[in-house]
């Protein structure tokens, strides 16, 4: 490829259309900024696509669009978030995450300065997890038409022969089990949005969860479901996971954790913790036999600290996941009805 | 944290239980009605229905600004807000509320119109000065917490000059509502949770009337469920000594006199209508607020011609005798069929403090109880 | 309906205006429906404004009759 004479403008310049546009513009994007920090060998061939040899076992693939708002947020950014959401996707069947690519769709006018930081911020995410970005491709829109950056990013991995992690596995007597506190990822990105106005020292969980997910398969190979609780929070994905498996759950509220700050702006949105996003948590429903085992396990693990057995799986034909609560009545928790929004009655 | 934990102990929780159990005398039902939404939330958010003995029954109030809000209150809304002039801001509660042509304002808002969310008065205020060729409309609802933050900002427009902030006023009060109700016939209600927040604005003297003019026992409570028990406890203690009286169990918050710069504030910018009309109770007079004369520029029905007018409810909707103590969510043929939090067809099901919907989402594992 | 948290007083900007801390998160609320809040209240919080000062005095009574009631209900308890 040859150079250009100029190098981009990283400190002033902007996105333009040209950076979508296929000529020598984009080439200089990809070259200085997307190589420049992605480097790796696969992607150092620059080929329209990656070939690579992968290892016996059952792929798995996923995929996961990123649009968050700021785009910065305490703890992550739209970059770290795109590397760790498409890792849990894939660790949470049980596999080890090998690859992923990444489409970036820009906005006309977007300071190639927090570009740069996001893709400095990928870049590194990438590295500490072991998981290179190996292909890629870039499309510039309009003014106005996009929210500064969007970013899909989608992972391959390999997971055991054997592992039969699925979300129709959950059986009456297992148990439920988390890996940390609940909610900081929401209340993270919430406190940064100027309009809420509070603040807080609560910073994203934001992180991948291949190894702790690798070490729990590793000593449990009879794990049934996982699941990372994103949008939704884990009232989505008990549901979830009790609708798929036909079975009801019971939770304890006593035994959730969750952080004081966190419950503190929920106190003041009128939010509750349990709808709340995570972004570096994972459920996990095993047998009841295998509950204490795995939980010394996870704790061992410095992304299980926290990890705690918040429930257990019974037979119910209504599929309803009740919590205990810690005031020691029982409620329902049912499926939000829309996005969780601020309330003020 | 404070004035919270205090409140929401398990331990004292099974201890209440077992006071009101006590108390409840096995040969009578005590049908309680908790008049505020928000306690109808805290009630289910805490599973304190499951700690009650079977005769203690309570009944789901109107106490929801956001649910009794008729629909074509709400179509008007949705009408300001469809102005290309306009920026409408209102409280996150009302976005999804749906008027009579099962439209919100959030999918007018997909649509093109300019909706904002609010978490304070103010901030309407900083919108109206930021957008000067813009009309900004305040889409106020609420009880009498809500109304004085609601004065607060007309105040300060006229202060301000701000030629483009109007407020298009919805807020109703607690007393005439609840007057509403008893003089509902009949009614099935043996004594009144009261409102908290609302009674740290208006005061405890406000509610002497359902003591000495229906005979109804009446204890104001705080929202976290020890607050809400003990208040239940002090119910039945009033019921079973034949009283009915006024009792402050929030007294940490609560006055008898209620907070005076509020009350000012809301009598020298707001006045009563003669009657308005609550989704699932019908008109009630002098149940709700509008701008008084000499805030008639901060006015948006004065400012604009709203053409949207009153649509009756669903017919199948039980909401008025849910509201009654004469039935409950599941009595009615539509309950968590054609009538859900997603699609609400009545005032119960609106937001999630309506009677209907809080049994949706915490309380449909219970087995249902006769009324 | 209106859904308020009891907060503590953190500082006063000046006579409307001031930061207050529940669990520690920290916002700014008007304080313009009370006279003589001071540094360290407890206020109840609805919409952005302090509606009410906590009573510590009430809040205290309240307890103590919650704890009298725990004596004689309570697990250990009589009755
Ligand atoms: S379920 Fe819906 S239609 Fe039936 S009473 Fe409740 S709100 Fe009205």
């Known amino acids: 490829m040859s150079r250009s004479t100029r190098s981009l403008d990283l400190r002033q310049g902007h996105v333009d259309m040209s950076h979508g546009g296929g000529g020598r513009a984009m080439a200089q994007l990809i070259e200085e900024l997307f190589m420049e920090h992605f480097d790796n060998e696969l992607l150092r061939q620059q080929n329209d696509q990656a070939a690579f040899n992968v290892a016996a076992g059952r792929m798995v693939m996923a995929t996961d669009s990123h649009v968050v708002f700021p785009l910065f947020f305490p703890g992550g950014d739209i970059g770290s978030l795109s590397v760790h959401g498409t890792i849990n996707d894939v660790a949470m069947a049980g596999a080890r995450p090998l690859y992923l690519s990444a489409a970036f769709i820009l906005e006309e006018g977007f300071p190639l300065a927090d570009l740069e930081r996001i893709v400095r911020s990928m870049a590194r995410a990438s590295r500490a997890a072991g998981v290179p970005v190996v292909t890629g491709d870039t499309k510039v829109v309009e003014r106005g038409k996009g929210d500064g950056v969007y970013i899909t990013t989608t992972g391959i991995g390999v997971a055991p022969e054997g592992a039969r992690i699925s979300a129709d596995r959950a059986q009456p007597g297992d148990a439920i089990l988390i890996n940390g506190a609940l909610g900081d990822h929401g209340v993270a990105v919430m406190s940064s949005r100027e309009n809420l106005s509070f603040a807080t020292n609560i910073e994203s969980d934001s992180a991948p969860l291949h190894t702790l997910v690798a070490a729990m398969v590793e000593a449990c190979p009879d794990i049934h479901c996982l699941r990372d609780p994103t949008r939704g929070g884990l009232a989505a994905t008990l549901n979830e996971l009790a609708g798929q498996s036909e079975v009801g759950m019971v939770i304890r509220e006593r035994d959730l954790p969750i952080r004081e700050e966190v419950a503190g702006a929920c106190e003041l949105l009128g939010l509750d913790p349990l709808y709340v996003a995570n972004e570096g948590k994972l459920v996990a429903i095993v047998p009841g036999e295998a509950a204490q085992r795995l939980l010394a396990l996870m704790r061992a693990h410095p992304l299980g600290r926290e990890a705690a057995v918040i429930g257990r799986v019974i037979e119910d034909d209504h599929c309803f996941v009740q919590m205990k609560t810690a005031f020691g009545g029982t409620r329902m928790v049912d499926w939000l009805a829309a996005e969780q929004l601020p309330r003020i009655c | 944290m404070k004035h919270v934990d205090e409140y929401r102990n398990g331990r004292l929780a099974r201890a209440m239980a077992r006071a009101i159990a006590a108390e409840a005398r096995p040969g009578r039902v005590y049908r309680l009605m908790e008049f505020c939404g928000g306690h109808t939330h805290g009630i289910h958010r805490y599973g304190i229905p499951g700690l009650l003995p079977d005769n203690v029954r309570m009944i789901h109030g109107p106490g929801c600004p956001v649910c009794v809000l008729p629909m074509g209150r709400i179509d008007a809304a949705i009408e300001l807000a469809n102005r290309p002039e306009v920026i409408l801001c209102t409280y996150a509660d009302m976005l999804r509320v749906p008027g009579s042509r099962r439209t919100s304002l959030m999918q007018a808002r997909a649509l093109g119109a300019d909706v904002r969310m609010l978490y304070s008065t103010l901030d309407a205020l900083k919108i109206a000065r930021e957008n000067p060729g813009r009309e900004v409309v305040f889409f106020a609802i609420g009880f009498e917490t809500t109304t004085p933050p609601t004065a607060m900002a007309v105040k300060e427009a006229q202060r301000l000059g701000l030629g483009n902030f109007t407020v298009f006023c919805n807020h109703v009060l607690t007393p005439p509502a609840m007057r509403g109700i008893l003089a509902q016939p009949g009614v099935m209600i043996d004594g009144f949770v009261g409102p908290g927040h609302v009674s740290a604005v208006i005061g405890r ?151 209907c919907a809080a049994w949706y989402t915490y309380g449909r594992h219970r087995k249902r109880r006769r009324a | 309906m209106c859904l308020a948290f009891p907060a503590r007083v953190l500082t006063l900007q000046d006579a409307a205006m001031a930061t207050v801390d529940i669990g520690g998160v920290r916002k700014e609320i008007s304080l313009g429906l009370l006279e003589g809040v001071k540094a360290g209240d407890y206020v109840m919080v609805h919409v952005g404004y302090a509606l009410s000062r906590i009573d510590e005095e009430e809040a205290r009574k309240t307890l103590a009759l919650f704890a009298e009631m725990e004596r004689r209900f309570g697990e250990d308890g009589g009755a």
Request: hydrophobic share 40%.
């Open chain 2, 205 to 355: 003297d406000a509610y002497e009337f359902a003591a000495r003019e229906y005979a109804k026992p009446l204890v104001i409570s705080g929202f976290e469920p020890l607050d809400l028990m003990h208040a239940i406890r002090l119910l039945i203690r009033q019921l079973n000594e034949g009283r009915a009286e006024v009792e402050n169990e929030y007294a940490r918050v609560v006055s008898d006199r209620g907070n005076p710069i509020a009350l000012d504030l809301m009598d020298e910018v707001f006045e009563q209508r003669p009657s308005f009309e609550w989704r699932g109770l019908g008109m009630i007079p002098h149940s709700a607020l509008r701008l008084r004369d000499e805030f008639a520029a901060f006015d948006a029905e004065q400012r604009f011609a709203l053409a949207a007018g009153p649509v009756p409810d669903n017919k199948a909707c039980e909401c008025a005798d849910i509201l009654r103590g004469l039935k409950q969510p599941q009595d009615c043929k539509v309950f968590a069929t054609a009538c859900t939090p997603d699609n609400p067809l009545g005032a119960c099901m609106v937001s999630s403090e309506g009677a």
